[in-house]
């Protein structure tokens, strides 16, 4: 099936080029080329396997892609390799799929760890703590220890420490986001995609991993599918999340409907 694509161009926030992983002699990424926009929250859809959180991990220096392919990765029209890493955590935030914290720190102290690439008075850094804290339902938590929490409040509270970090990115943000919502109850679903959708709105580049169909189709600007390596579809809800497309990715028969009050696709599991 050809790949989808009708997009509005807009500004670069991150490019790739060739991007190729292997892992155990498996071919994991195949030949990915890829251009993020600012002011877009784009979404990562595929079956387990498929690639988008290796995807992820490429795109935020985590991982290295294959070494004997040629790859370029830039942020913001200037490659990687020109970036001072310190100045780079001013402006690309990263909320993994687990965050491994035994020490018995207290949430606020967590999200504090978000401050460290910062230039903030101690009155400043408080009232940016409190915000995001705020933001994502966990002032009432900020004296907690947060080895006691739930897995879902966990989630949160590190979703506060990303906000902190970038608070100072201006109109050169990146927020890169894996499986943030697998974790959470219904409400703090749609809360945390409802920053990530209001920060695209003021300029940010948006990038989600995710598994639930419903979710990206209602938060997404553009929605990569990806599958055996490759990117399979690339466009809007309406273009990408096709009951074609959904049954051949994922093997699995689907009826994709309107929602009844508002402009995006519901896919419905048969």
């Known amino acids: 099936m050809p790949l989808i694509s009708n997009l509005t161009i807009k500004k670069s926030a991150m490019h790739c080029q060739h991007l190729h992983l292997k892992l155990g002699g498996k071919v994991i990424l195949d030949d990915i080329n890829l251009q993020i926009h600012q002011g877009e929250v784009t979404t990562l859809l595929g079956p387990n396997g498929a690639g988008?959180?290796?995807l992820l991990k490429i795109l935020s220096d985590e991982i290295k892609a294959t070494a004997n392919t040629h790859c370029e990765i830039s942020y913001f029209n200037e490659p990687k390799a020109?970036?001072?890493r310190g100045k780079l955590a001013k402006h690309v935030g990263i909320l993994p799929q687990q965050s491994s914290l035994t020490f018995a720190f207290t949430v606020r102290?967590?999200?504090e760890l978000g401050l460290l690439p910062l230039s903030l008075s101690r009155k400043q850094a408080n009232a940016v703590v409190d915000d995001t804290l705020q933001k994502v339902d966990v002032l009432h938590l900020?004296?907690?220890l947060y080895p006691l929490l739930s897995g879902g409040e966990k989630q949160r509270v590190h979703f506060a420490r990303v906000l902190t970090q970038i608070s100072q990115a201006g109109d050169k943000t990146i927020l890169m986001l894996d499986e943030p919502t697998s974790a959470l109850d219904l409400s703090h679903q749609h809360n945390t995609l409802s920053i990530a959708r209001t920060m695209a709105n003021?300029?940010?580049a948006v990038i989600i991993v995710l598994h639930?169909?419903?979710?990206?189709a209602q938060y997404s600007d553009r929605v990569l599918i990806?599958?055996?390596g490759k990117i399979q579809a690339d466009g809007t809800p309406w273009q990408a999340l096709t009951a074609p497309m959904i049954e051949q990715v994922y093997q699995h028969k689907v009826q994709v409907l309107k929602h009844p009050s508002a402009d995006y696709p519901v896919v419905?599991?048969?």
């Open 52 to 54: 988008k959180s290796s």
């Open 82 to 84: 020109r970036w001072d």
């Open 109 to 111: 102290e967590v999200v």
């Open 142 to 144: 900020a004296d907690r």
């Open 202 to 204: 003021q300029g940010a």
């Open 212 to 216: 639930d169909l419903n979710l990206a």
């Open 226 to 228: 990806l599958n055996e």
């Open 268 to 270: 419905y599991a048969l």
